[in-house]
């Protein structure tokens, strides 16, 4: 409502305020308007239904790139389609027929479209409203600040690009006016000349009779006849002339105008959508604007094509008419080669990955991807459907084919089952594309290794290869591209290393790089952000200021670290030199805790009840400082791969003392999840600072009722976690004292430490409403987990 009244409306105006607004502008921005409206949300919906329009987008502020929001999107969406439905059954006059038939088909496009990611159209619908906004401002002089700003609108660069597309419509639209004229004028001079003609063979034959007073007449008439028209043809040269020039200088201008817009759609828009297609690769959010590139490659190439036409017209007839005024260079065979070389541009740059493959990639695994021309349905590529092959080729291949643009003949580093496609093209969203559903690594070719390298360092990509032509044969393209850096592994103990490789080179590669060179250091800020992208998506919740500090002081192998931010962090400090006094690296370490979090600790961790990296000294320390024992909190281990310590503060000898417990892993969350184990520690009271466990824990309790039960007439045991020394295994279980118990050492004896390590057990126990008396054969078994 705010948004309305900034516009000059107030509760008691129509919310449809701002479409009668945009009918009322002038002719120039009433087309800008028009033009914001596409095939993909036409401008017969928004008239019909603008009231609801407006409604549903000013009054919900909602953050459209969070995915949660979906549902909402997906009920707008639901209502949109219903009340088109509702408005096109409604329309029953015979003046108001085709109308109705487009509302229903775009009902239909909507389904078929938008049902999967309503989110989509959500979006396009406040882009269309955002780009009428600022038209509507630009026209009125409405300063730029005087309208307040809505959450989730497209940015401005959509709107001028539509701008500048429609441009190019008009000036191609005029330069067709112009072709007529100059045909229609030619076609004017060719009758007069060809009368001319007539003419003058005319007074030859008089010239040749015998002279008479008759013969003298009609020579003199013929002649006052032969004059004006050869002074009307000389007008006709002179007007051709000016007209083949002025064509010429426009068509001159919008090429220009077309390499510039070009440009900005392939080496800004579309370059920026593959890097956050690479970066989501990291986890980074991905929102897509991969329909809206189409549109405009689409209007291009169908602006291009009909400049081409325009200029091979021009062409051939300035053949059928051959004058050249003297001192003018021909321009036309230069443009028809700047367009068509444009064209080529458009079609092969256009040809891209739309899901990319597995950037790691095991062998005899099936795996999928997608590739997509987005140019194919305008330039009908589809007529004939064009095949794709797919092949997997080494980092040295991809940049021969890059210098060379072709790569040798059975030159391939592997072989790939189901590697051919044929491109489809899909009515509802005008995408041709292929999508490979089934592919299947089955061997392949390494390089030799020099030094540290290893399987895993080893980039390859998978190219993917078609040809097609447009324009009935008259082209004919060889089109290629190539996937991002891929890994191959033949083993799931390569999957952390390959991914250290693949994290890099997402993170750090450059645009317009060599394949696939990458900075062999980089600060540390890049590498946190980095790693803070991967952790987020993976576990739902960021790294803190502090996670990050102490990750890099773990990196940088430096508990002192005071400015680290700029720090060079090098590859091998990455992912290849072993921390100090381990057997494995930082990103072995940071890998494993992710893994750990994402598979097992992922709510605990959203909700922050994991405190996680921090070092076992600060955590002695923010536990004494609170002096209440029973406090414990959680921190990875150190020492251990993908393992989580309780630490808590215990009655010791003379004074509290800080323990810990043995790290637990992924095979021991399998067994029992960390809040149940907690739960099972009775000595466990406080999380820290002083949350009571059961509140911090307790909805993410194994109910008892959902233990497994047994029909055969046994009782089935669970599991429950003890610690020898601090307590049975809880209230709702019996200890039976006298069992025999292994005590596992832990995996950090040996070092040198202060604080305590304890080893958990797991007793093997049955629920408290089972009379035990009747089952004297089921005793307490204790082992060591570690």
């Not at 605990?604 to 320390?621: N, S, V, Y």
Request: proline residues 6%.
């Amino acid at each position: 409502m705010e948004l309305l009244q900034s516009l000059g409306c107030n509760e008691n105006h129509s919310p449809m305020a701002l479409w009668a607004r945009a009918q009322s502008l002038p002719p120039e921005a009433l087309q800008q308007v028009r033009a914001i409206y596409t095939d993909r949300f036409p401008i017969e919906v928004r008239h019909f239904l603008a009231s609801w329009i407006e409604e549903k987008m000013w009054s919900m502020d909602i953050d459209i790139d969070n995915p949660q929001n979906e549902q909402y999107a997906s009920s707008i969406v639901g209502d949109l389609i219903q009340q088109l439905e509702t408005k096109a059954n409604s329309m029953n006059s015979e003046e108001l027929v085709i109308t109705k038939y487009k509302l229903m088909d775009s009902a239909n496009l909507f389904k078929q479209r938008y049902a999967r990611c309503p989110l989509d159209l959500f979006r396009l619908m406040r882009h269309c409203l955002n780009s009428e906004l600022q038209v509507i401002r630009q026209a009125e002089n409405v300063p730029v600040g005087s309208v307040p700003p809505t959450g989730g609108l497209m940015p401005d660069s959509v709107a001028e690009i539509a701008q500048q597309i429609d441009v190019l419509r008009h000036r191609t639209s005029e330069t067709g006016k112009l072709l007529r004229q100059m045909e229609q004028e030619q076609e004017g001079f060719a009758l007069h000349y060809h009368e001319c003609t007539k003419l003058n063979a005319h007074l030859q034959h008089l010239q040749s009779q015998q002279p008479n007073q008759q013969n003298i007449e009609l020579e003199k008439t013929v002649r006052r006849q032969k004059d004006i028209l050869e002074q009307t043809l000389n007008q006709k040269v002179s007007s051709l002339l000016q007209l083949r020039l002025q064509l010429a200088d426009k068509l001159s201008e919008t090429v220009t105008h077309l390499v510039t817009l070009q440009c900005r759609v392939l080496d800004e828009e579309l370059i920026r959508w593959k890097r956050e297609q690479q970066l989501a690769g990291n986890g980074a959010q991905f929102n897509s604007n991969l329909d809206n590139i189409q549109d405009w490659c689409e209007s291009l190439a169908e602006i291009i094509w009909h400049n081409r036409q325009q200029i091979k017209e021009v062409e051939r007839l300035k053949t059928k008419l051959n004058i050249e005024p003297p001192g003018v260079v021909d321009v036309l065979p230069n443009l028809n080669i700047q367009i068509t070389q444009l064209l080529s541009s458009l079609v092969t740059s256009t040809f891209i990955i739309e899901k990319q493959p597995p950037q790691v990639m095991k062998t005899n695994t099936r795996f999928t991807s997608t590739v997509r021309l987005l140019v194919g349905g305008k330039l009908n590529v589809h007529m004939t459907p064009p095949q794709v092959k797919v092949t997997i080729i080494s980092e040295a291949q991809a940049n021969a084919l890059l210098k060379n643009d072709k790569i040798g003949k059975g030159e391939a580093s592997g072989e790939i089952l189901n590697n051919t496609g044929t491109m489809e093209y899909h009515q509802a969203t005008r995408q041709l594309s292929v999508s490979f559903r089934n592919m299947q690594l089955k061997k392949i070719k390494r390089a030799e290794k020099k030094g540290t390298e290893s399987v895993m360092d080893e980039k390859f990509s998978l190219l993917f290869q078609s040809q097609f032509s447009v324009g009935g044969g008259e082209l004919v393209f060889q089109v290629w591209t190539l996937s991002l850096p891929v890994v191959v592994i033949v083993h799931g103990n390569q999957e952390p290393h390959a991914w250290a490789t693949v994290t890099w080179d997402n993170a750090f590669a450059e645009p317009g790089r060599v394949p696939f060179a990458v900075p062999d250091k980089v600060p540390w800020c890049q590498v946190a952000e980095a790693l803070n992208m991967k952790f987020r998506y993976a576990t739902g919740r960021p790294l803190t200021e502090e996670n990050l500090r102490f990750l890099a002081e773990k990196a940088f192998r430096n508990p002192n670290m005071t400015d680290f931010q700029n720090q060079m962090l090098t590859w091998s400090q990455f992912c290849k030199e072993p921390l100090q006094d381990r057997n494995f690296t930082f990103w072995e370490w940071f890998y494993a805790v992710v893994k750990l979090t994402r598979e097992h600790l992922r709510q605990p961790w959203t909700d922050g009840l994991i405190l996680g990296f921090i070092r076992k000294k600060q955590a002695e320390d923010m536990l004494i400082a609170t002096g209440v024992t029973s406090t414990f909190l959680l921190r990875f281990s150190d020492s251990e791969l993908g393992g989580i310590t309780i630490a808590w503060l215990g009655d010791g000898d003379v004074c509290p003392q800080v323990f810990m417990l043995q790290p637990f892993t992924s095979k021991d969350f399998a067994i029992r999840s960390l809040p149940d184990r907690i739960a099972d520690l009775q000595h466990l009271v406080h999380l820290y600072p002083d949350i009571p466990k059961d509140q911090a824990f307790g909805k993410y309790y194994t109910p008892l009722e959902n233990q497994p039960t047994s029909n055969n007439g046994y009782v089935k045991p669970f599991l429950v976690t003890h610690v020898p020394g601090w307590g049975g295994p809880g209230q709702s279980t019996p200890s039976y004292p006298n069992t025999p118990m292994f005590q596992a050492p832990s995996p950090e004896a040996g070092s040198a430490r202060d604080t305590p390590s304890v080893a958990s057990h797991v007793s093997d126990s049955v629920s408290r409403s089972v009379d035990f008396d009747q089952f004297p054969q089921h005793f307490s078994q204790l082992w060591a987990y570690t």
